[in-house]
């Protein structure tokens, strides 16, 4: 397990490192890092709007970060690598538990493997529901239940790549997500929150995972906790932490969140939750082997929106290329590490569990980022293994894994 855990880290670096956390496929990474090759050798201005805005924070100490809180829900929130923090936020009902990954564009993967499983008939109801990045924006829908599995489709069948970015360079990012963050306006509604905020009070548990830049740390955030506080406030910062999860380092800017400690107020940056780690289901050390008790489930669902086997490219000798498919690499060896952790984990305090990925064998093409055409293809591929009942799998994937191909 220790080992496993470093390899996971050193993964982990390497993707932050790398500033493309959320981006699944070499392509888009290309794509991306392309434009923004031509940005900086164009050496553009910041548009107005981010010029007259003034970079300078609030400063704070590690004391201050320590206690910060969110006024008026003392469980907002808890640090992810901390077991102690962390029982703060467990559920009070029993049931298995579903995990969301990030993935970009592969999330409408886990949208369709949710609608398929609703078909089936076998779908169950989750004592808790985690998510991180694309898996954060899947968790609020897949918490509430198959009711809402019409809203994940359109998420992934309707939209494009303009209303996610519009390209444009801001203060502190190389693209602009005002439209990604509209559409969660959109989306997250009071009547939303209020759904929510009733299945928190049955003891269900909906945890969205963000980054602390400030603190370099895992920021689980109980969401059922902020829905229920009903009011202006807690909807906005409901909102801003999803669009947190989803903010890609360098590409999208990272969100602020206002807190208070010590007698003021000042602003954490929050930025991908998939910077510490691929998914979130429970501090590392809950699964450790110096943990002599149990952690808090029995059953464990995971839901990769990726491939886990590793995938054939060759690069051109250009820095977009050659970038893009080193990211691309990263991405898949700190997934792959997680989820041998996971295993090892789940193995040893025999928690039932079932991990689903895409297959490896999808090769339909994406022609960019949030390619519709390809969203939808790979939804339907998540329909019909969830209604098939052949999504989930029950024993880790043999390693090395056979790869595929990239080409188009």
Same mark, same amino acid.
């Given at each position: 397990m220790h080992t496993l855990r470093i390899c996971a880290g050193l993964a982990a670096a390497a993707v932050a490192c790398a500033l493309f956390a959320s981006l699944p496929l %070499?392509? &888009?990474? &290309?794509?991306?890092?392309? #434009? &923004? +090759?031509? +940005?900086?050798? +164009? +050496?553009a201005p910041a548009p107005k709007d981010a010029r007259k805005e003034t970079a300078e924070r609030t400063p704070f100490t590690l004391a201050d970060q320590e206690a910060a809180a969110i006024p008026g829900i003392p469980d907002?929130?808890?640090?992810g690598d901390s077991e102690t923090d962390f029982s703060r936020l467990l559920p009070k009902v029993e049931g298995p538990w579903l995990a969301i990954s990030g993935g970009g564009t592969d999330g409408a993967y886990g949208g369709g493997v949710l609608a398929g499983w609703s078909e089936s008939g076998k779908r169950p109801e989750f004592a808790v529901v985690t998510g991180a990045s694309i898996g954060a924006l899947v968790a609020p829908y897949a918490f509430l $239940?198959?009711?809402? *599995?019409? *809203?994940?489709?359109? /998420?992934f069948t309707t939209i494009g790549a303009a209303d996610i970015f519009e390209d444009r360079i801001t203060r502190d990012s190389l693209f602009d997500y005002w439209p990604l963050k509209r559409l969660i306006e959109q989306r997250v509604t009071p009547q939303l929150l209020s759904a929510i905020a009733a299945e928190h009070a049955r003891g269900r548990r909906l945890l969205v995972a963000?980054? /602390?830049? *400030?603190? $370099?740390?895992?920021?689980?955030?109980?969401? $059922?906790?902020i829905a229920a506080k009903a009011d202006a406030n807690s909807i906005k910062l409901f909102r801003d932490i999803l669009l947190a999860s989803s903010a890609i380092p360098g590409i999208f800017s990272p969100v602020g969140i206002k807190v208070e400690a010590n007698g003021k107020q000042f602003e954490e940056l929050h930025g991908d939750g998939t910077l510490t780690a691929p998914f979130f289901v429970v501090p590392e050390s809950m699964l450790s082997p110096g943990n002599s008790s149990p952690p808090p489930l029995r059953e464990l669902y995971v839901i990769v929106n990726s491939r886990l086997a590793p995938d054939f490219e060759m690069p051109q000798r250009v820095i977009a290329s050659v970038l893009g498919r080193a990211i691309a690499v990263a991405l898949t060896s700190a997934l792959r590490a997680e989820v041998a952790l996971i295993y090892v984990g789940a193995e040893r305090h025999k928690i039932a569990l079932h991990m689903a990925h895409v297959d490896p064998t999808f090769n339909f093409p994406m022609r960019g980022p949030f390619d519709g055409k390809y969203m939808q293809a790979l939804y339907d591929v998540g329909v019909a293994a969830g209604k098939k009942g052949?999504?989930? #799998? *029950?024993?880790? %994937?043999? &390693? %090395?894994?056979? $790869?595929?191909?990239?080409a188009q």
């Open positions: %070499p392509a &888009a990474h &290309a794509q991306l890092l392309a #434009e &923004a +090759k031509k +940005k900086v050798e +164009k +050496k907002a929130r808890a640090w $239940g198959s009711r809402y *599995d019409e *809203d994940i489709r359109k /998420n963000t980054t /602390n830049y *400030d603190a $370099g740390r895992r920021v689980v955030w109980n969401m $059922g906790a052949t999504a989930f #799998e *029950d024993a880790l %994937p043999a &390693a %090395p894994m056979s $790869g595929s191909s990239n």
